[in-house]
Antibody, heavy 118, light 106 residues
Framework: EVQLVGSGGGLVKPGGSLRLSCEAS????????MNWVRQAPGKGLEWVSS????????YYVGSVKGRFTVSRDNAKNLLYLQMSRLRAEDTAFYFC???????????WGQGVLVTVSS | SYVLTQPPSVSVAPGQTARITCGGE??????VHWYQQKPGQAPVLVVY???DRPSGIPDRFSGSNSENTATLTISRVEAGDEADFYC?????????FGGGTKLTVL
């Protein structure tokens, strides 16, 4: 069974940093692109970042470029999102998701809440 | 950047058919994916590559894609189908989501 378990969320002050983790199990982690998608409370889904299975390709939405870094450890089946220079508008639930070949996200983690507030 | 447009809400009576649209320029040239999200839960993929269903998704859910509009069709709607639905495509090295449609079962 595919499982994705996110962790690392919490309350952080504007300008601060936080690292999210996503532990994967039940599939060959290194063979899949992984995605981060966020959702501000009461709002819609927003794609944040994607990283290819061998981390040769990484992509970011414009609003986080230069502030967020996606990475993965295929030996440990872990996906990361290092977030720095956080802003109030980064407040959201952050979901990790497994990317399918066709570009869909076919399995999702439970979401972790990041709150940026003074 | 590419934009996907969904109606904010769709209402349907139980047993009827719900159609949720997703508009985008020449969207027929892209693979469209659809997600269902119930309150407090993670999204669930219900249709991928325009019209395919993941295992475990009832055949009441179907998709189509033509010209500038993709459509998610839910037949024989049940109370448990009430949720937010999002369309998504991959475009120019980024994922794009529609704004979401709230399906209300009357």
């Amino acid at each position: 069974e595919v499982q994705l378990v996110g962790s690392g969320g919490g309350l952080v002050k504007p300008g601060g940093s936080l690292r999210l983790s996503c532990e994967a199990s039940g599939f060959s982690f290194s063979h899949y692109t992984m995605n981060w998608v966020r959702q501000a409370p009461g709002k819609g889904l927003e794609w944040v970042s994607s990283i290819s299975g061998d981390d040769s390709y990484v992509y970011y939405v414009g609003s986080v470029k230069g502030r967020f870094t996606v990475s993965r450890d295929n030996a440990k089946n872990l996906l990361y999102l290092q977030m720095s220079r956080l802003r109030a508008e980064d407040t959201a639930f952050y979901f990790c998701a497994r990317g399918d070949r066709g570009g869909s996200s076919d399995h999702w983690g439970q979401g972790v809440l990041v709150t940026v507030s003074s | 950047s590419y934009v996907l447009t969904q109606p904010p809400s769709v209402s349907v009576a139980p047993g009827q058919t719900a159609r949720i649209t997703c508009g985008g320029e020449s969207i027929e040239d892209k693979s469209v994916h659809w997600y269902q999200q119930k309150p407090g839960q993670a999204p669930v993929l219900v249709v991928y590559d325009d019209s395919d269903r993941p295992s475990g998704i009832p055949d009441r859910f179907s998709g189509s894609n033509s010209e500038n509009t993709a459509t998610l069709t839910i037949s024989r709607v049940e109370a448990g189908d009430e949720a937010d639905f999002y369309c998504q495509v991959w475009d120019s090295s980024s994922d794009v989501f529609g704004g979401g449609t709230k399906l209300t079962v009357l």
